[in-house]
């Protein structure tokens, strides 16, 4: 007969309250940029946010983040091998509360890419840092699994608190009831919701700051430390003969399911939703208004930054988007509703695995637990629900959201177990950032830049069907690659 599980300690609950700050946090902070990205970089460039200029820049900004978080965020996994992991974490969590904090302030586009960029980079670090922390801190199997999945389960609360945020703070500005707290105004003289926004970034700093005097360091980490016996953490380990293998392969699994998160399911809200048969009255009567608005940012675009003639474009341009807002609030309305189903998916996805951890399958039959279905539900949702849509197609993106966010949960408790105590930060970051963040995010452009365009014969012809097919596609392929690889996934030795 199994022994009951020790007690858990005021120190090990105190624990699992900053671990789940941290991942709420984490996605918290990363999704704060769909929020803002679009209107400050409008403001900071003195541009219409609909003018091609802003898209253009909205894309830099989260190539140049997903970048910066992927090669920083691999340094991060060596310092926490090397330092210690509650060091990192804490370090982590202060550098993406700060930075978003320090972008309200921003009064140039590149000084806000710089501090979005550094967002990027403190969750990257985190993630792997908090994960490999819980996973040592825990001397039970069961309780070490159940509280991994169950803390990853805060990462989904954060999208629903991140825009719940966003609509208190829009609320608040229409009663005038916010103070300026010194930040830059716009040219109208107010201060745009998108600075009060990433002000609320600082939050995660406060109760961390308040709480991480009372806890302790990894102990195992910290016990083989002190004695020496510690091993030099290395990237170069990770392709050892007896490590090779995993590496790859969990490398391969992290860029399929980020693919499939940035590929198909966050391109969806915005360049999907707008295709939807039920908005199908919405966007025949804004297509000639969004084809004006085209051509008038054209021409502000051709004339040189003190033209007298600028400001009757930006007035039209203005003029323009009053038109189109009562048909844009449709359209936006139905980009939210769909979000939420995405958001609330991915929360019962932490929660089943939570669940099946638990309950205790083995971690590969467990990951095929949501690879199978995912076969079928990706590529319905986007090759026929699509066309559907109204609930036929938000239930399919709920459950698109629940087999791929749950996914992320699998990596998060799986990665610290297969991978050696001197390597666990720097294994678990190879594969997160390396094949996640730098590959699995690209496929967000290889939709919209290549495979959509090609589809709709120029990229001119684009319309969100032919962006549902291509995340189709996309996510069809990711889904078919990650189960074959998934066969080549060892099992977690003994614990160490």
Request: glycine letters at 10%; hydrophobic letters at 50%.
């Amino acid at each position: 007969m199994s022994s009951p599980a020790p007690t858990l300690t005021t120190k090990h609950w105190l624990i699992i309250v900053i671990a789940s700050i941290g991942f709420l946090f984490d996605t918290y902070e990363l999704l704060m940029t769909p929020l803002v990205a679009a209107p400050a970089i409008a403001e900071l460039l003195k541009l219409p946010p609909s003018n091609p200029i802003v898209t253009s820049w909205v894309g830099n900004l989260l190539t140049i983040a997903a970048v910066c978080g992927g090669v920083f965020g691999l340094l991060g996994g060596w310092l926490i091998d090397k330092f210690g992991r509650k060091t990192i974490m804490a370090a982590s969590i202060f550098l993406y509360s700060a930075a978003p904090f320090c972008a309200a302030f921003s009064t140039s586009i590149e000084w806000f890419v710089v501090f979005r960029s550094a967002t990027f980079i403190g969750v990257c670090v985190e993630f792997v840092a908090a994960v490999t922390w819980l996973a040592e801190v825990f001397q039970d199997k069961k309780q070490k699994e159940k509280w991994l999945g169950i803390t990853q389960a805060f990462a989904s609360v954060g999208g629903v608190a991140v825009t719940l945020m966003s609509i208190w703070i829009n609320g608040k500005l229409k009663a005038g009831g916010l103070p300026s707290f010194s930040l830059p105004a716009g040219l109208d003289g107010t201060v745009a919701s998108w600075r009060y926004l990433l002000m609320t970034g600082i939050l995660p700093a406060i109760p961390i700051a308040l709480l991480l005097p009372f806890v302790p360091e990894s102990q195992v980490w910290r016990e083989k430390k002190a004695s020496g016996a510690l091993k030099r953490p290395s990237f170069g380990g990770l392709f050892s003969p007896e490590l090779r293998k995993v590496t790859l392969v969990t490398t391969i699994l992290s860029a399929c399911a980020y693919g499939i998160a940035f590929g198909a399911l966050q391109v969806t809200v915005a360049r999907v939703t707008p295709g939807l048969p039920e908005l199908a009255p919405q966007a025949k009567t804004m297509a000639p208004m969004i084809a004006e608005a085209k051509a008038l940012n054209t021409q502000l675009n051709a004339l040189p930054a003190g033209d007298p003639g600028r400001k009757d474009l930006v007035g039209k341009i203005k003029e323009n988007a009053i038109q189109q807002a009562p048909h844009k609030k449709v359209v936006d309305e139905m980009s939210s509703k769909v979000q939420f189903r995405q958001e609330m998916g991915g929360l019962l996805g932490r929660v089943l695995l939570a669940v099946l951890l638990i309950v205790g399958i083995s971690r590969v039959a467990l990951l095929k637990v949501f690879q199978v279905p995912a076969l079928i539900i990706l590529p319905a949702t986007y090759f026929m629900l699509f066309e559907k849509g109204g609930e036929a197609f938000l239930w399919g993106y709920f459950l698109c959201g629940l087999v791929t966010v749950a996914q992320f949960s699998y990596f998060g408790e799986y990665l610290p177990k297969i991978f050696p105590l001197h390597l666990r930060g720097t294994g678990g970051s190879f594969a997160t950032n390396v094949g996640g963040r730098m590959i699995g995010t690209c496929m967000a452009t290889v939709n919209t830049s290549w495979l959509a365009p090609l589809l709709a014969g120029g990229i001119q012809n684009v319309r969100p069907s032919h962006v549902a097919l291509a995340a189709g596609y996309i996510a069809t392929t990711m889904a078919v690659i990650a189960l074959i690889v998934g066969f080549f996934l060892p099992e977690p030795k003994g614990e160490e």
